[in-house]
């Protein structure tokens, strides 16, 4: 299917254990996303990605871990959960514009909702 | 660090009543994004407003973005129940992502 899917949707684990969480876009846009969101918190951006093998911290990267090998796939991994990760987890994809940067619309995915008991 | 403000948190209007959502924030917006979020599900694009004094409209709802460029105003028209969810608005960082208000909830009662 064409767009942005994020996979799985729904995710329990135990602390300690790692996760990957999915992000898969048909556009070939060159930035990627990953944002959590909190009650009382909104959106915060976790890691982003201008192009292949090329990733960037954001507000709240600690505990996270992302590799772009290849455009269309952006995967975020929990190295060990906590609690405090317990959160909906949502990738979004932007075009780049002229000089490089993102046109910035941003389309998100359906988001994945993690649950860290 | 830019912080976007939304007012107010939360809102119940009865279906047809007009409504105004507003984003302020601290630093002059450079680029303002609407989006709707339903429950449970992502994020939709509504608009992107860039210029101070612009004015966007699709359907029902209308958003502007003052001259001083600090503020965006979403407003919908004759609501409807489709019209029912989270709005956020959200400002472009240096980084080319989104920094995010906290969101208004809206319900619309028959």
């Known amino acids: 299917d064409a767009g942005i899917t994020q996979s799985p949707r729904y995710k329990i684990t135990e602390t300690g254990r790692q996760v990957t969480l999915m992000c898969h876009q048909t556009?070939?846009?060159?930035?990627m996303f990953w944002y959590r969101q909190d009650l009382g918190h909104g959106l915060r951006l976790i890691y982003y990605s201008a192009a292949a093998d090329i990733t960037d911290k954001g507000e709240v990267p600690d505990g996270y871990v992302v590799s772009r090998s290849k455009t269309e796939n952006f995967p975020l991994t929990l190295e060990s959960a906590t609690r405090s990760q317990t959160s909906v987890y949502f990738c979004?994809?932007?075009?780049?514009?002229?000089?490089?940067?993102?046109?910035?619309?941003?389309?998100f995915g359906a988001g994945t909702r993690l649950s860290v008991l | 660090s830019q912080e976007l403000e939304q007012s107010p948190q939360s809102l119940i209007v009865q279906e047809g009543k007009n409504l105004t959502i507003n984003c302020t924030s601290s630093?002059?917006?450079?680029?303002l994004y609407w989006y709707k979020q339903k429950y449970g599900e992502g994020l939709i694009f509504l608009m992107m407003l860039q210029k101070g004094g612009e004015e966007k409209s699709h359907e029902k709802i209308t958003a502007k973005l003052d001259e001083k460029k600090q503020q965006s105003s979403l407003h919908i028209t004759a609501s409807q129940p489709s019209h029912a969810g989270i709005y956020l608005c959200g400002a472009v960082t240096p980084g080319y992502a989104l920094n995010f208000g906290k969101g208004t909830s809206l319900l619309v009662t028959p």
């Open positions: 979004a994809s932007s075009e780049s514009g002229s000089g490089g940067h993102p046109k910035n619309i941003q389309y």
């Open positions: 556009w070939s846009h060159s930035y």
């Open positions: 630093k002059t917006l450079y680029g």
